[in-house]
C-alpha cells in the first residue's frame, strides 16, 4: 500500500526525563537524564519513519513510549487521533494491542526455554481475547509461515535457529495480534550485513500484505534508506532534522546529519556528489547536562554565539518556505538556510510579503 498522508501516530512535544537519585537510604533526586527531551513528529498510516542517530540518543526511549511500555513526563501520542499517553486498564490494553515493538537483539530478547510456538504465540496469553485457544497453534504456524519459516519449527528452540531466523521469529511474534503499526528498535543492527537485507526485505513486504505502518530505528542513516519514505534525525534527545528520503540523504541543511552523511560510504558511478568528510570533535555531551541553546554546538563547526542563547526550533527555515524543493524540510539549525545554494526567488512586484500595494 501507498502511504498516505492520514496521521496515524502524532507525537507532540514528547519528553521521557528519569531521574537522576542520591544516596539508598534517603534517595535525594540529584538531576535528571533527559533521554526524551521534545520530540515530535507524525507518522502517516503505510508509511515507513526511519529514526536514526547515535546510541543514547533516546531512540529506543521514544519506541517504548510508542507502545506504552513508558510512561512520557510531559508531551502526547495520538493514535488514530486519540490521546493514548493518560490511558489505563482495558483501554491502555487495547492501544498496545495495536502498536507492537519488534526488538533489537533476537539473540537475548527470546526466551530460551520457550519453544518457538510459544514464544510466537505468548501475545495470545497476554491478550486472551484476540484468539480462541483452539485456534492458536494453527495462527502460530500460520504466522511462522507468513515471515518465512518452516511451520514444522513450532516445537524447535530459538538456540537451534540463525540470527536472521530469530528475527523473523520475533517479527512473527510482533505480528500475532495484527498491529496496525510496529515500532522495530534496531531490528536488523545485531545481524550480519548479508542477512540484514533480507530482513529489511522482509518488513517490506509484510508491510503491503499486513498494511502496516512502521517506525523503524536505527543508529545508521545508510540501514534505513531503502525502507523509510521519511527519516527523522535524532542528537540528544531531540530530533534536528526531518523530511523525505531525498530530502534527507540529498540536502541535509543541519550540520549533525551533515556529518553523519560524510561518514557513509555513497554509492556514486558518476563521482557527481564530491563529499567532504567532516569529522565531529569531542563527545556527545551527557543527557543530564544538555547544553543551552543549540544541543549540538558544542560539537558543531559552524556554531556562532547565538547558538549557545537560542533554542533552534524545528522548523523548515524561512528562506526556503516559499519554494518548494528538498531544501524545504524542518531542520533545527540557526544557520540551516545556508546549507545549499538558495535559488533566488522570482522578484516581487510590490512590497514584502505581498503587504504592498497590488
Ligand atoms: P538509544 O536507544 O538511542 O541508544 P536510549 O533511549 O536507550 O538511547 O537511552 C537514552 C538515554 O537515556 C541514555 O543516556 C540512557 O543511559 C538513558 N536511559 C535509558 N533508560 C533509562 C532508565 N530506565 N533510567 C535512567 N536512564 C535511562
Ligand atoms: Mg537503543
Same mark, same amino acid.
Given at each position: 500500500?501507498? %502511504?498516505?498522508? !492520514?496521521? @496515524? ?9 528519569? %531521574? ?12 535528571? /537524564? ?14 515507513? *519513519?526511519? *529514526? ?7 531512540? +529506543?526511549? =521514544? ?5 506504552? *511500555? !513508558?510512561?512520557?513526563?510531559?508531551? +502526547? ?24 515493538? /519488534? ?26 481475547? #484476540? ?10 504456524? !500460520? *504466522?511462522?509461515? =507468513?515471515?518465512?519459516?518452516? %511451520? ?5 528452540? %530459538? ?9 523473523? @521469529? ?12 510496529? /515500532? ?57 532534522? @526531518? ?18 552523511? +560524510?561518514? =557513509?560510504?555513497?554509492?556514486? $558511478? ?7 568528510? @567532516? ?38 527555515? #524561512? ?7 528538498? #531544501? ?15 535559488? $533566488? ?14
Amino acid at each position: 500500500m501507498a %502511504p498516505t498522508t !492520514e496521521p @496515524i501516530l502524532e507525537v507532540g512535544g514528547l519528553v521521557k526525563h528519569y %531521574p537522576l537519585t542520591r544516596g539508598i537510604l534517603f534517595k535525594k533526586q540529584i538531576g535528571a /537524564v533527559k533521554a526524551v527531551d521534545g520530540v515530535d513528529f507524525t507518522l502517516g498510516r503505510g508509511e515507513t *519513519l526511519g *529514526l536514526v542517530g547515535e546510541s543514547g540518543c533516546g531512540k +529506543s526511549t =521514544v519506541a517504548k513510549l510508542l507502545c506504552s *511500555l !513508558e510512561r512520557p513526563t510531559a508531551g +502526547s501520542i495520538r493514535f488514530k487521533g486519540e490521546d493514548i499517553t493518560g490511558l489505563s486498564g482495558r483501554a491502555l490494553k487495547a492501544v498496545r494491542r495495536n502498536i507492537q515493538m /519488534v526488538f533489537q537483539d533476537p539473540y537475548t530478547s527470546l526466551n530460551p526455554r520457550m519453544t518457538v510456538g510459544d514464544i510466537v504465540g505468548e501475545p495470545y496469553e497476554i491478550h486472551p481475547e #484476540a484468539a480462541p485457544k483452539g485456534d492458536r497453534r494453527r495462527r502460530v504456524q !500460520e *504466522l511462522l509461515d =507468513v515471515v518465512g519459516l518452516d %511451520p514444522e519449527y513450532v516445537n524447535r528452540y %530459538p538456540h537451534q535457529f540463525s540470527g536472521g531466523q530469530r528475527q523473523r @521469529i520475533g517479527i512473527a511474534r510482533g505480528l500475532a495480534l495484527r498491529p496496525e503499526v510496529i /515500532v522495530a528498535d534496531e531490528p536488523v543492527s545485531a545481524l550480519d550485513v548479508s542477512v540484514q537485507a533480507q530482513v529489511i526485505n522482509l518488513l517490506d513486504r509484510l508491510q503491503s500484505e499486513f498494511d502496516l505502518s512502521y517506525v523503524f530505528i536505527a543508529h545508521d542513516l545508510s540501514v534505513v534508506r531503502h525502507i523509510s519514505d521519511r527519516v527523522g534525525v535524532m542528537y540528544l534527545g531531540r530530533i534536528v532534522e @526531518i523530511g523525505r528520503d531525498a530530502e534527507i540523504y540529498d540536502h541535509p541543511t543541519h550540520p549533525y546529519t551533515q556529518a553523519l552523511l +560524510s561518514a =557513509v560510504p555513497v554509492p556514486d $558511478p558518476e563521482g557527481r556528489a564530491h563529499r567532504e568528510r @567532516i569529522i565531529l570533535t569531542g563527545d556527545v555531551p551527557s543527557p543530564v547536562d544538555i547544553p543551552s541553546g543549540c544541543r549540538f554546538r558544542t560539537r558543531c563547526w559552524k556554531a556562532q554565539p547565538r547558538c549557545a542563547r537560542e533554542v533552534p526550533l524545528l522548523a523548515v527555515p #524561512a528562506a526556503f518556505r516559499a519554494t518548494p524543493g528538498p #531544501a524545504a524540510h524542518p531542520s533545527a539549525c540557526h544557520f540551516a538556510e545556508e546549507a545549499v545554494p538558495i535559488t $533566488p526567488a522570482p522578484p516581487r512586484e510590490h512590497g514584502v510579503n505581498g503587504d504592498g500595494p497590488r
